[in-house]
């Protein structure tokens, strides 16, 4: 069933009014809601809706959750992966700009690939932003398991970065691949959201790039984007506008895993319980599969 306007509207501002620590991104919420170019009730309004109201601020406090779990673990390099994390490095970076923020070219398909045969080109591109710091490294995306990320830089490094994911259709930590696991017994996994479906998030974060076909001496080689860009347009008209009006985050401020935590989850229920426009107009192609 379709997200409706009442859904939506202040999904977020409601649970961050009640502490005066948010006050300054409830008022970044508003102004961005009020920016909406679109005429009112029509899909391209609703879309920049979901937008402001629902990914923005998930992304927004997944950063912050990021950053505390990154200071944890002391990890400096982040690598969000292409094509779902679109929108969210750039929120990252713009929320802390002296990190080392990497729209990091990866797909199932190309990790599969070098893992069952070694790719020079590709574990050169990888060996040039990581070096030989693997251990501070941490691998961001928006949903899955880490399953194709560390079987790929257990084969070609005999060791892997931290995996930081924003939701996953498990319903623990027990439930993940057998690798996986062994990386979660050394506190190299973090998942925050349990028990989601991929497609509303993955939908809500489309990019305007096509999947990562290949990597090879030339560098990246991409497919044809598998949808019409134009439908997904007032989403990234949205985040352009929010992303544009983000400033650095006051790290003076005190928060906890559990306050962002409880948030993150709250505002998350918007998408578990109905799906976004775009699932109107787009048929999309999952293949997360709940794999040991």
């Known amino acids: 069933m379709p997200l409706g306007l009442d859904d939506i509207h202040k999904n977020a501002i409601n649970q961050l009014k009640h502490s005066s620590k948010w006050n300054k991104f409830v008022d ?8 909406n170019p679109h005429k009112n009730k029509t899909d391209e309004y609703i879309m920049w809706e979901e937008q402001i109201n629902i990914n923005f601020p998930l992304l927004y406090l997944a950063s912050i959750y990021l950053y505390l779990y990154a200071q944890e673990k002391k990890c400096t390099t982040f ?15 713009a929320m802390f700009p002296n990190a080392n923020v990497h729209y ?29 710091n693997i251990d501070t490294t941490i691998f961001v995306d928006i949903h899955g398991t880490g399953k194709r ?6 084969k070609e490094f005999r060791n892997a970065p931290y995996c930081f994911l924003l939701s996953s259709t498990f319903s623990s930590y027990s439930d993940f691949p057998k690798l996986v696991k062994n990386y979660k017994l050394q506190h190299k996994l973090c998942n925050l959201i349990f028990n989601a479906s991929g497609s509303p998030i993955e939908m809500l974060n489309y990019d305007k790039i096509g999947t990562l076909g290949k990597y090879s001496s030339s560098g990246p080689e991409r497919n044809k984007l598998e949808y019409d860009y134009k439908i997904i347009k007032p989403y990234h008209k949205a985040m352009k506008y929010a992303i544009n009006h983000i400033k650095p985050l ?26 976004p426009t775009v699932m109107s107009f787009i048929q999309h192609e999952s293949t997360h599969k709940k794999k040991k």
């Not at 690598?79 to 970076?93: E, G, V």
């Open 104 to 132: 990091f070219h990866c797909s199932r398909k190309v990790f599969e690939d070098a893992t069952e045969r070694s790719n020079n080109s590709y574990k050169n591109y990888i060996a040039s932003i990581v070096k030989n």
């Open 28 to 35: 970044l919420l508003k102004d961005c809601s009020d920016a």
């Open 79 to 93: 690598l969000f992966a292409t094509r779902d994390c679109c929108y969210w490095h750039r929120i990252f970076k």
């Open 250 to 275: 006051d790290t003076t401020v005190k928060y906890s895993f559990e306050e962002v935590r409880v948030l993150k989850e709250k505002i998350y229920n918007c998408i578990k319980k109905n799906d």
């Open 149 to 154: 990320m560390f079987n790929y830089f257990h």
